[in-house]
């Protein structure tokens, strides 16, 4: 397929370079004429600008948004609706909340444009690995653009699908599921994308400070407040790699988590101070919304604002994690 991807950043040049190697073509955007040119270099197409990115598809067009979310996001898309025509289509891949693409969606529709919110997640690594990408909108739209969500998934690789069951069994009775399995799901109607997302990084909010606490508390164990006799110098770095095989804690968090002690076991680069990047709150206030208890995610939220404050070798974990799996650097460090 033909597409426009606006934003060529840590995502969105990686997804549009990994389209393009499954032979999809990509005219590019960015605010960063260097971005444009390094995609032009890599077999893609550069435009001067989002009106220069439109005249360059033929309909109807696609047009793909990676920016932050937030205003850069909103912009972006109010923008592309007077530029786009009936039956063009605008993905937002970003984090947006999911109310907003609700608001979105109703307003573009007026203009025959359909929405689609993509929950996208597979940070630097994606490029390589495949995206999990949760999508909301509109059904034949999300058909119709199958073989962009097919080529930037992950694929089944060698996990075996758990919805469909042993050889014979019947196929799930949702036909969407079907695609589960190679890494992208049609979620439900304008918004169920970047919902499911929401909660996905919830989630992970609440795994990450997991592993975070056992960490430190296996580091303290050395401390001289313990008694001698129960005092451990532990090497944490071994242990993270003895986890990551046969333990049912096992996870590509815990496989970055190995990977930052392996490099540095006291994390000294690593300040401790940690982000939220929106959808962590989000799914907190949801949770209120809804009068769901949602115990360790907001704990996991609340560590994170601690974390601004004051530092523990919990947060330098969690801060490792972070720059691992999606290249987020702290505030202040050299980039």
């Excluded at 597979?122 to 034949?140: A, H, N, Q, S, T």
């Excluded at 006799?229 to 804690?249: H, K, N």
């Excluded at 962590?280 to 601690?306: C, H, K, M, N």
């Amino acid at each position: 397929m033909i597409l426009g991807m606006v934003g060529l950043g840590r995502m969105g040049g990686n997804m549009a370079r990994r389209l393009i190697k499954g032979g999809h073509q990509v005219v590019g955007y960015a605010r960063t004429p260097d971005a444009v040119k390094a995609l032009a270099a890599d077999g893609g197409k550069g435009a001067a600008s989002l009106a220069d990115l439109v005249k360059s598809l033929a309909p109807p067009r696609t047009v793909w948004v990676m920016v932050p979310s937030g205003e850069p996001t909103e912009s972006t898309v109010r923008e592309l609706g007077g530029l786009l025509a009936a039956g063009d289509t605008v993905i937002d891949g970003g984090n947006s909340n999911f109310k907003d693409d609700v608001r979105r969606a109703a307003a573009l529709r007026e203009r025959g444009i359909v929405y689609l919110d993509v929950g996208t997640s597979g940070g630097v690594w994606g490029i390589e690995r495949g995206y999990c990408l949760m999508i909301g909108g509109d059904r034949p739209t999300v058909e119709r653009h199958d073989p962009i969500f097919k080529t930037l998934a992950p694929g089944r690789g060698e996990v075996a699908p758990v919805a469909t069951g042993p050889a014979g069994a019947a196929a799930p009775k949702n036909a969407a599921a079907r695609t589960a399995p190679d890494g992208y799901l049609h979620c439900g109607p304008a918004g169920a994308g970047h919902f499911v997302k929401m909660i996905h990084n919830g989630i992970e909010y609440g795994l990450m400070q997991a592993y975070a606490e056992g960490f430190d508390i296996m580091k303290s164990a050395a401390a001289e407040t313990v008694p001698a006799a129960q005092r451990f110098d532990l090497d944490l770095a071994a242990i993270a790699e003895l986890w990551r095989r046969g333990s049912v804690v096992s996870s590509w968090l815990l496989d970055l988590t190995a990977q930052a002690l392996a490099e540095s076991p006291a994390l000294k680069e690593y300040e401790g101070v940690v982000q939220d990047s929106g959808e962590g709150r989000w799914t907190v206030q949801t949770a209120i919304e809804e009068a769901v208890p949602a115990d360790v995610l907001s704990a996991a939220l609340y560590a994170r604002f601690r974390s601004r404050q004051e530092h523990t070798f919990a947060e330098k974990i969690l801060s490792a994690m972070r720059m691992k799996f999606g290249g987020h650097q702290e505030p202040g460090a050299r980039k």
